[in-house]
């Protein structure tokens, strides 16, 4: 038990919870608290019926167990507009936070994209974009790392039930943050998305409509093999990512039609929007732990910055 | 309810929805002469965008020959009474659209979400309210929902700030019968102050019978094209349900002869294609399919040696709505492995 690092988790709705089942199956992180800010919170009595300590003062509750209980590593799951707030508390006192809101005060994070170089800097806070984006970043990078991408362009459809109440107020957020990663990880020289809610029963599966637009002739053969290299990558840690059409080619235009079943841990399979972001999320943790274990990183304090009066 | 001497007030979608038909290449000398023609023809409220709304250039929908600044800023200077509307749809376009057709002299918004999904409005139709706007809740793909949920839906958006709602039937799939169920239980449920409106597409060539329907059950504005010219099989023809709205006494402010000559004279002309009802835009009227899904599955039915039409009936049996079309070349494409006319994936 203590070769693993120690996380906490703020936000204990869906995505909270299911974080929890994909941290205990791994053998390097240990989620040891859950922190809400709602007593009666249906999440916080699950974590603790999992054996996990929680809190329901926020953020505040979980700063002075921080260092006793030796959590490293912290989760954001709740909205862009306390994260900063969340992040600065946590990063001050040594902890490793990973952002799974829209509120992207640190960079983007794609795994099988770019984790190695946020590795390689340190970083202690890293954004993960959002579900659109990393259901379709891999796929625009695993094309524009062979050749030039003028334009990059991603749709993404979630199940009505899998849109949760954050998403649907701030939609403009999605599509704003998706096309910004699209162009800064992704790899395109301009980026758009697109978001539908679609209420089909049963649920839909998440679907991921990627389109490129090359710069010049697309090279096939080479796009092809990389776009299969990359889905491998992510099938690593989201197994029912899938490749359903494509890649079409059309002029200067290459089209993949991805699906995204996800695990079905606590989330069921068709929220595969939101089972990839939890997987990158955790499968980010876990490559910062290894490095923790392993000596190579030792989180140090982030010290507050002076606020302009 | 008698319609005899109702006014309303109808709403042009020739140069919006319109789009869709032209593959969103209209020039900006053909929106000119349209919207010129419009405006002298006593039309008093203009649609001008992508046919998918601000924002909606893009692969998946179609660039446009120019950006919707352009377009909007060649037609709001002419017009001499009418005013220009705006659509825009929550996750295709944004609040900072919505800021620039604002500052373009945009009177009307219209916030268009799939029947079930007005909570993705919220934003944009706060907004536009705290701008001053004209602001519209436009409940597409309206016969998906139940008179119950269109009613709930309607009320959020009113509730966000929305003074108009839409039933929107963008498949042109329902029938009179359905028309007044929806558009009665939605009129009973909203504030009296709030207007209400209906948009139809003539797939089953029911755009002027449903509207007619519509304003019997309290509708007091109704979208219509010139010559039809829209998604599918088109609009409810415009200078066809003012006629009729003319013998029935029903108010527009519309001259007849003036709207039927721009029909004639100037969007006939204009068009690629006849707008008409082909099977494959009957079949989109018949299966309840997303009216501008259309010219893609012609295309990828070409493409991919599946008929049209059974692509559409399959984006129907998927439950696919406005906006997905990036299913229509996927669907083909597995049709096609099935048959054996595509390799696997």
Redesign the interface.
């Known amino acids: 038990m203590s070769n693993k690092i120690k996380c906490a988790l703020i936000g204990p709705g869906n995505i909270g919870t299911d974080l929890v089942y994909k941290l205990k199956r791994s053998p390097v992180l240990d989620p040891v608290w859950m922190v809400g800010v709602d007593p009666t919170s249906e999440g916080l009595r699950r974590a603790r019926e999992m054996g996990i300590k929680t809190t329901d003062r926020g953020v505040d509750g979980l700063l002075p167990f921080v260092a006793a209980d030796g959590v490293q590593i912290a989760f954001d799951a709740t909205s862009a507009y306390v994260h900063a707030e969340n992040s600065r508390k946590l990063t001050e006192l040594g902890v490793m936070v990973i952002d799974l809101t829209p509120a992207a005060i640190g960079p983007f994070c794609v795994p099988p994209v770019n984790l190695l170089e946020h590795l390689g800097k340190r970083e202690m806070n890293v954004n993960m974009v959002t579900c659109g984006g990393q259901a379709t970043i891999p796929i625009i990078a695993a094309i524009s790392r062979v050749q030039p991408v003028g334009?990059g362009?991603i749709?993404a459809?979630i199940s009505?039930r899998s849109?949760g109440?954050g998403t649907?107020?701030?939609?403009?957020e999605?599509?704003?943050t998706t096309a910004a990663a699209i162009e800064r990880v992704g790899g395109a020289r301009q980026g758009?998305a697109?978001?539908?809610?679609?209420?089909?029963?049963p649920p839909?599966i998440m679907?991921d409509?990627v389109?490129c637009?090359t710069e010049s002739e697309p090279d096939q053969a080479a796009i092809t093999a990389s776009i299969d290299a990359m889905i491998e990558q992510v099938r690593k840690y989201v197994p029912g990512y899938t490749?359903?059409?494509?890649p079409?080619f059309d002029g200067h235009?290459v089209?993949v039609?991805m699906e995204v079943e996800g695990l079905g841990d606590f989330l069921p399979k068709y929220s595969g929007n939101l089972d990839i972001m939890t997987a990158a999320a955790a499968r980010t943790a876990e490559m910062f732990a290894e490095e923790i274990l392993s000596g190579r990183m030792v989180l140090k304090p982030v010290p507050a910055v002076a606020m302009a009066a | 309810m008698t319609v005899k001497a109702k006014k309303i007030l109808v709403h042009d979608m020739t140069l919006r929805d319109g789009m869709h038909p032209k593959r969103h290449l209209l020039t900006l000398e053909q929106m000119k002469a349209v919207a010129t023609g419009l405006d002298a023809a006593g039309v008093p409220l203009i649609e001008v965008t992508h046919g998918d709304g601000l924002g909606g250039s893009?692969?998946?929908y179609g660039f446009p020959a120019h950006s919707d600044e352009e377009y909007l800023s060649a037609v709001i200077p002419l017009m001499r009474r009418a005013r220009v509307s705006a659509l825009l749809l929550?996750?295709?376009g944004?609040?900072?659209h919505l800021k620039m057709a604002k500052d373009l002299g945009v009177h009307t918004i219209r916030v268009a979400t799939?029947c079930?999904?007005a909570?993705?409005a919220?934003?944009?139709i706060t907004l536009a309210r705290k701008m001053e706007m004209d602001t519209v809740g436009f409940l597409m793909m309206a016969h998906?929902a139940s008179p119950e949920r269109l009613v709930r839906e309607a009320r959020l958006m009113e509730a966000y700030g929305a003074n108009c709602i839409y039933v929107t039937d963008s498949a042109g799939y329902m029938l009179p019968d359905e028309v007044m169920e929806k558009v009665g239980a939605v009129r009973t449920a909203l504030q009296p102050e709030t207007e209400l409106g209906f948009h139809g597409h003539h797939n089953l060539a029911m755009g002027v019978a449903n509207s007619l329907a519509a304003v019997e059950c309290g509708a007091n504005r109704i979208d219509a094209a010139a010559a039809g010219l829209g998604a599918g099989a088109g609009n409810t023809p415009l200078e066809v349900f003012i006629a009729v709205c003319i013998r029935m006494g029903i108010e527009t402010g519309v001259d007849l002869f003036k709207i039927q000559d721009v029909a004639e004279d100037i969007v006939v002309p204009l068009m690629d294609h006849p707008i008409r009802i082909d099977r494959d835009a009957l079949t989109l009227g018949y299966a309840g399919v997303y009216s501008s899904f259309l010219l893609f599955a012609k295309r990828a039915g070409k493409k991919y040696g599946v008929p049209a039409r059974e692509i559409l009936i399959e984006l129907g049996r998927?439950?696919?709505?406005g906006?997905?079309e990036?299913?229509i070349?996927?669907a083909a494409?597995?049709m096609a492995r099935q048959r054996g006319l595509l390799m696997a994936?």
């Not at chain 1, 697109?194 to 029963?201: H, T």
């Not at chain 2, 998927?318 to 709505?321: A, F, I, L």
């Open positions: 334009y362009e749709v459809t009505s849109a109440p649907r107020k701030n939609i403009d999605f599509t704003r758009k697109i978001i539908i809610i679609n209420p089909a029963e839909l679907r409509t389109h637009l490749r359903v059409n494509g079409v235009r089209s039609f | 893009s692969v998946n929550p996750g295709i944004t609040v900072d799939h079930t999904e909570d993705v919220e934003q944009h998906m998927r439950g696919m709505v906006g997905q990036d299913m070349e996927d494409m597995t994936a």
